[in-house]
């Protein structure tokens, strides 16, 4: 806050760089950002807000990610009522056992990310309490509770839930998939509804429902057009990086798909890699990115 004051506009940390250009370069990059820099962020500053209710967002992978919904409160000039608690067990580690009017503690990290960094932990009436539900919000089908790495999960087994599909397509046209412009997630979950989407494959027959999309509330001629536009000259014009990175195989962005395309650059051969004759070349590719990624982390961590 004092380094604001005497700046006079806010910032939210610092970042040290290297004095030197050859230096810096020689450090390289990712596709998010370089890394010759080392950024310090600053403490922020929290709010008190007061624990309304838990919802869950269900991830293309069936994994329910946990929201905190809090009486709304003004951080950094807007307001913000709702912040995600990642997983389970950071939902456990921060709330304990969440109860409704539960004081909480918010900040906005970089000033641009709502986070509940504690609780208060209290005797409460039983009938607060905001128990962790046992059925999907989207398909109600059982939920399980699963172990990922160190941190406990709520997992959707149901391999037709319309929550995961909407996810899964949403990324499929995003900016790490096909980047196709133009058709939001509300549409995508529209399309599920009207029953005219059920696999990521549907998405290419789109135009056998054109008249009808036309007349549907909220859609025009040009609209609708214009979305089925971008989805043809997206499949015409993906690289091969991008649609591996579209599939949402798990621990493969468009980082590891540009790497693995070094090595197969055909759709072709990355099918043909799958085969059991082909797959531990593969997982050599994966082995030796990972191992690199590693190298990389031991060297940039201070001891």
């Given at each position: 806050k004092q380094a604001c004051e005497m700046l006079g506009y806010?910032?939210?940390g610092l970042v040290f760089k290297y004095d030197n250009c050859k230096e810096y370069i020689a450090a390289g990059k990712t596709d998010h950002h370089f890394k010759g820099g080392l950024a310090l962020k600053f403490y922020d500053e929290e709010y008190e807000s007061y624990l309304q209710a838990l919802t869950y967002d269900v991830s293309r992978n069936g994994i329910l990610t946990p929201v905190a919904n809090?009486?709304?409160?003004?951080?950094?000039?807007?307001?913000?009522?709702?912040?995600?608690?990642s997983n389970l067990s950071i939902l456990e580690d921060t709330l304990g056992i969440p109860y409704k009017n539960q004081k909480l503690w918010i900040t906005k990290r970089n000033m641009?990310?709502?986070?509940?960094e504690r609780a208060e932990k209290l005797e409460y009436d039983i009938n607060d309490e905001i128990k962790i539900p046992t059925n999907c919000p989207c398909c109600n089908e059982n939920l399980v509770i699963k172990q990922d790495n160190a941190s406990k999960v709520l997992y959707c087994p149901n391999e037709q839930c319309e929550g995961k599909l909407a996810q899964q397509i949403d990324h499929f046209l995003g900016k790490k998939g096909l980047d196709i412009k133009g058709i939001s997630r509300a549409t995508i979950e529209k399309l599920i509804n009207w029953g005219?989407?059920?696999?990521i494959e549907?998405?290419?027959?789109?135009r056998s429902y054109q008249e009808e999309w036309i007349s549907k509330p909220g859609?025009?001629?040009?609209?609708?057009?214009?979305?089925?536009?971008?989805?043809?000259?997206?499949?015409k014009n993906v690289?091969?990086?991008?649609?591996?990175?579209?599939?949402?195989?798990?621990?493969?962005?468009?980082?590891?798909a540009k790497e693995i395309v070094k090595y197969y650059s055909t759709w072709n051969d990355f099918k043909d890699a799958m085969s059991p004759?082909?797959?531990?070349?593969?997982?050599?590719?994966?082995?030796?990115?990972?191992?690199?990624?590693?190298?990389?982390?031991?060297?940039?961590?201070?001891?």
């Open positions: 806010p910032i939210d809090f009486t709304p409160i003004e951080i950094d000039g807007s307001i913000v009522s709702k912040a995600s608690l641009i990310i709502p986070k509940v005219w989407v059920s696999s549907d998405i290419f027959n789109l859609f025009g001629k040009a609209c609708v057009i214009k979305i089925l536009d971008a989805i043809d000259n997206g499949r690289d091969l990086a991008s649609y591996i990175s579209a599939l949402g195989i798990y621990l493969v962005g468009k980082t590891i004759d082909s797959l531990l070349a593969t997982l050599k590719v994966l082995l030796m990115w990972l191992t690199l990624m590693n190298d990389i982390f031991l060297f940039y961590t201070p001891f």
